[in-house]
């Protein structure tokens, strides 16, 4: 018996490894068809450039760009600017965190922001995409702050999003150099940080990429507060922007490089972009794996829905079905059938990542007092995501609401998880009536229960 049960575990983990690729190639198609026409905004810092893959980060976005999603570059360049001006021996002031662009350094400045973006333009013409580095930022001088003149370092007037709009029309990618001007002509150096999020609202832009050389939230980087989404290798996965907030007030002594963008990242979404993302640059294909897969490489800093538990509907069956069928077959849920899903449809949950169904849950009343939380799954490609957990959640709340006193759970394999979440052993003479004919003596699952007059919330999984 437990030989024939271990080949159903092989079978489903075999099963598995198909369904995650099957998976991949559906969430591609499903993003690729959601941000067709839709404009992307990357700032990329600058030592991207002199990484050994820099020119396959620009294959990307011109694939990207040719599948018809709008591409957008703002190169960072402070390192290289900071270069130039030391190989010709100008002395580069900072006041108050920028930098002060004197009469002598803008010229220099102005050919070191020109060829960053000129680095970027002959990458993408290799990979046959149509570049253009414009004049679309009116800019104006900071001027004379507390008695200092800050000459020629300015801040973004406007930016020319209708001309700018034209250009991506044609199917061309506009590379913004960190130089803007005002009316008369008069050049100033300005942020990219700044251009990057006044681009992003001016062009109404629906996702912005913070490609950065630095590692990325992980754990053992930053103080990261209870229940986030984290992978397996301790990564944020996304952050709503009230976890992002309380990210930043955690860290506030910490300067590392991730958090100024996890700021913008903020800013942008409050602005009205939907989604940013911060990736470290120096992993091959990271914004290609961000865009098109839930999980991605990097974190996610999402101002507008992203995920939900919600009823499930007749639309979620075949989903729903699909998750479980590997789980049926290997012993590791009861079986069920379309029908019986149907007819207790009322009783389910999905957890949906962007209109996707990747876990779902059940909550049958079995009358004193008493409800099943029954065929929780999720899809292993996601385990570890805390979905297991939220769905499970969710039902000790919807049952705490509709005055339940206990929930309780029949399992076979998931015994420890059960604990571990507060649930405790019970005897099967404790299970409703209704439940009691039902149990098969054959299965021998093990049987926990749930008292929800003495808990407050779930112990955190993390
Ligand atoms: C059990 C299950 C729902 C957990 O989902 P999940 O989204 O991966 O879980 P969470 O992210 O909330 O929790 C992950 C933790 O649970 C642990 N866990 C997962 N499955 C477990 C199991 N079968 N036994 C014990 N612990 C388990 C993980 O090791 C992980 O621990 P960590 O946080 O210390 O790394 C999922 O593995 C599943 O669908 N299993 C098959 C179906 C099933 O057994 N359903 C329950 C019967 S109704």
Redesign the pocket.
Same mark, same amino acid.
């Given at each position: 018996m437990d030989k024939l049960n271990d080949l159903k575990y092989e079978g489903y983990t075999n099963e598995i490894k198909h369904r995650e690729q099957v998976d991949l190639i559906r969430e591609v198609f499903y993003y690729q068809s959601r941000f067709d026409g839709k404009t992307i905004v990357f700032k990329i810092d600058y030592p991207i450039i002199n990484e050994p893959h820099f020119g396959q980060l620009m294959k990307d976005l011109a694939m990207l760009r040719a599948t018809g999603i709008e591409i957008v570059i703002v190169p960072g360049a402070t390192e290289w600017i900071n270069e130039v001006l030391k190989e010709y021996d100008i002395e580069s002031e900072y006041k108050n965190g920028t930098r002060v662009s004197t009469e002598e350094s803008i010229p220099f400045i102005r050919m070191a922001a020109f060829d960053v973006a000129d680095r970027f333009m002959t990458a993408l013409t290799a990979n046959k995409a149509n570049a253009v580095i414009g004049n679309f930022v009116r800019a104006r001088g900071m001027g004379v702050i507390n008695g200092f003149d800050y000459q020629h370092s300015g801040v973004v007037d406007k930016i020319h999003a209708e001309p700018l709009q034209q250009i991506l029309d044609q199917g061309m990618i506009p590379i913004f150099p960190c130089i803007g001007w005002n009316a008369a002509g008069k050049p100033y150096n300005l942020s990219s940080d700044e251009i990057v999020l006044a681009v992003c609202q001016a062009l109404k832009a629906e996702k912005l990429f913070f490609v950065t050389n630095s590692d990325g939230f992980f754990k053992n980087i930053f103080q990261l507060p209870e229940g986030l989404v984290m992978t397996?290798d301790d990564r944020v996965a996304r952050l709503s922007l009230e976890e992002a907030d309380e990210v930043l007030k955690m860290n506030v002594d910490n300067e590392d490089n991730d958090l100024h963008y996890l700021k913008l990242a903020l800013k942008a979404c409050r602005s009205g972009t939907e989604r940013a993302h911060v990736v470290d640059g120096r992993i091959e294909g990271a914004i290609i794996k961000e865009i098109f897969s839930n999980l991605g490489v990097g974190t996610l800093i999402y101002g507008s829905e992203y995920e939900s538990i919600r009823s499930m509907k007749s639309d979620d069956l075949p989903e729903v079905l699909r *998750?479980m069928q590997p789980?049926m077959e290997a012993g590791?849920?009861v079986n069920r059938t379309e029908e019986e899903l149907t007819n207790t449809m009322n009783d389910y949950v999905v957890y949906e990542i962007d209109g996707v169904v990747h876990?779902c849950?059940a909550l049958h009343d079995y009358g004193e007092g008493q409800a099943e939380?029954?065929?929780?799954?999720?899809n292993?490609t996601?385990?570890?995501?805390?979905?297991?957990?939220?769905?499970?959640t969710y039902l000790v709340e919807k049952a705490k609401k509709n005055s339940f006193e206990k929930v309780f759970? *029949?399992?076979t394999?998931?015994?420890?998880?059960?604990e571990?979440l507060g649930f405790k052993s019970v005897k099967l003479d404790s299970l409703p009536e209704k439940k009691k004919v039902l149990y098969n003596h054959e299965r021998k699952s093990m049987i926990f229960s749930l008292d929800l007059k003495n808990i407050a919330a779930l112990p955190k999984?993390?």
């Open positions: 397996s *998750l789980l590791i849920l876990a849950g939380i029954a065929a929780i799954a999720t292993p996601y385990a570890h995501l805390s979905m297991g957990k939220k769905i499970l759970v *029949l399992t394999k998931t015994v420890d998880w059960f571990q999984s993390r």
